[in-house]
């Protein structure tokens, strides 16, 4: 059994420990609020703004909208990695590195590029060389023009044909305690399933190819713009999460550490009275 001294320090370690990931714990709770109310407001709005565009794009007569709908033979793909920049929120990053590694075998690794977003993304994969940007500072100031402009050049690399299959590799927030792993395509857009394309019926002002040319750009910086703020709140949510189990396990450790303690002390003090006892006993005899 060790020894009283090493009992207190793991104590005091312990109640430290307790202190840092509650205090986490709060500090997450107190952002997820915020996060879970942008994501929810702006979700309906970017699958909405998504699916008029591609109903839109099946509607057009000749290619129009050909350089963002056409299906090539896929020979390339980028992969945009969506991870935090920070750790101690469960297995949020992990899930997300798994999945690229099942794309990048999916294609092959030499036909596979990798962009970064989140310092996690770019730690866990640089070593495979396939990373070609990586943009970490846009948690610092996450907001729709900063993401615009990685949306720019993720389009502009698809456009160049440098790419011929753009997808995002993100967590979905479900709840503060569920993170879904997304695998969704960012470029080219896909064509809509289950539904027939907008009527010819309704009159379009300006035109519909002009409507179509004009949205499209602003419909893929949003659904960036969702993927990232999705993945922000799902950090949260699992870094809350994280953090009360981690506070329950300390608070546990801590008290079998006290209970612990106090039988070695209760052994140590019964054993001075026995001697003590025995000492007085030898002396009276």
């Known amino acids: 059994m060790a020894n009283l001294k090493e009992i207190r320090n793991r104590i005091v370690s312990v109640s430290s420990t307790m202190q840092i990931t509650s205090a986490m714990k709060m500090v997450s709770a107190a952002k997820l609020k915020k996060a879970q109310d942008a994501i929810t407001a702006m979700r309906p709005y970017s699958e909405k703004l998504t699916e008029l565009i591609q109903s839109l794009s099946a509607s057009l007569e000749g290619d129009v909208a050909a350089n963002y709908t056409t299906q090539r033979e896929v020979k390339k793909v980028l992969v945009v990695a969506i991870t935090s920049n920070r750790g101690l929120c469960g297995a949020l990053n992990s899930n997300v590195l798994k999945q690229v590694k099942i794309l990048t075998e999916k294609y092959g690794h030499d036909n596979v590029g990798i962009f970064a977003i989140g310092k996690k993304a770019n730690d866990g994969l640089h070593k495979t060389n396939y990373v070609i940007a990586n943009r970490s500072d846009i948690f610092d100031d996450l907001t729709f023009d900063n993401t615009a402009e990685i949306a720019q050049s993720l389009t502009h690399l698809f ?21 879904n792993v997304v695998n969704e395509q960012f470029l080219p857009l896909a064509p809509i399933k289950g539904a027939a394309a907008i009527s010819s019926d309704y009159i379009f002002e300006p035109s519909k190819e002009e409507i179509v040319l004009e949205l499209i750009p602003k419909s893929l910086k949003t659904q960036l713009y969702k993927a990232v703020r999705d993945s922000f709140a799902a950090e949260h949510g699992a870094r809350m999460t994280a953090m009360h189990k981690a506070t329950d396990n300390a608070t546990d450790l801590r008290n079998q550490l006290k209970l612990t303690y106090n039988k070695a002390r ?3 003090i019964t054993g001075e009275i026995l001697e003590i006892v025995g000492g007085a006993e030898a002396l009276n005899n």
């Open 159 to 179: 456009l160049d044909g440098e790419y011929d299959k753009v997808e995002l590799v993100y967590n979905q927030f479900v709840n503060a305690a569920t993170q």
């Open 266 to 268: 209760q052994a140590a």
